[in-house]
């Protein structure tokens, strides 16, 4: 109990709640045919959030830990959807990052020196990333920026987790955070960019429309 009250307790279910808020979003938006996950995206996010938990664990990171454990199983359920209710366009990039991101993952394990591992896992979030960021470029409806917020959040929250603040434990919930909402950024800036598109091009098609003349 009173572990639950300390400042990494408290934190930890702050955590939890934001990612219950975050994934109900999400999932609902889902059901409802709003959103179109990316397999390969959440399958990446699955397991590199899910060895991330365990680093954390390795490391020490105390409530953290449960906190992205909670995160890699929800991302492996959100994957399983993509089955039925996802993208159903997969490019041939989008096979590079995913089998470039999965031939990187057991590279980034057996990395001992820190600097590596650092810019390891920047490399295979990337990855991960890029065929969600290509899908939401075309479509930016097709993901609900505001559940990236809640994402972010939920990283947020997790920093206050760790018993001991230093730069190897924090570097990990930082580096999500800073990348959900970074993304979420980017859906916002593609759905104004195409809106403003769309009103050049009424706009142009109404100026070159042809003048019906009036009967006398």
């Known amino acids: 109990m009173e572990e639950l009250l300390s400042r990494a307790g408290l934190f930890a ?3 939890v709640a934001v990612s219950l808020v975050r994934y109900g979003l999400y999932l609902t938006s889902i059901f409802k ?3 179109r996950p990316h397999l390969f995206s959440w399958t990446n996010w699955g397991l590199i959030v899910g060895i991330g938990a365990y680093a954390q664990y390795s490391l020490g990171g105390g409530f953290s830990t449960y906190v992205l454990a909670f995160v890699s199983a929800t991302c492996l359920f959100i994957a399983f959807l993509s089955l039925f ?3 159903k366009k997969i490019t041939r990039s989008d096979w590079a990052a995913f089998l470039a991101a999965l031939a990187l993952i057991p590279v980034w394990m057996a990395t ?3 600097l590596i591992t650092l810019v390891l896992i920047i490399i295979i979030d ?3 990333f890029y065929p969600t960021v290509r899908k939401t470029y075309v479509d930016p409806s097709s993901e609900p920026p505001n559940s990236y917020f809640w ?3 939920r990283y947020f929250f997790t920093l206050f987790t760790v018993p001991h603040f230093g730069i190897v434990v924090l570097f990990y919930p930082v580096f999500l955070m800073l990348t959900e909402w970074g993304f979420m950024g980017f859906i916002i800036w593609r759905r104004k960019a ?3 598109k769309n009103e050049a091009l009424e706009i142009a098609d109404k100026e070159a429309a042809p003048v019906s003349e009036l009967m006398p």
């Open 151 to 153: 994402a972010g959040l």
């Open 112 to 114: 001992k020196d820190p």
């Open 33 to 35: 045919g709003e959103t």
């Open 85 to 87: 209710y996802g993208e």
């Open 13 to 15: 279910i702050l955590a």
């Open 194 to 196: 195409l809106r403003l």
């Open 126 to 128: 990337m990855l991960t």
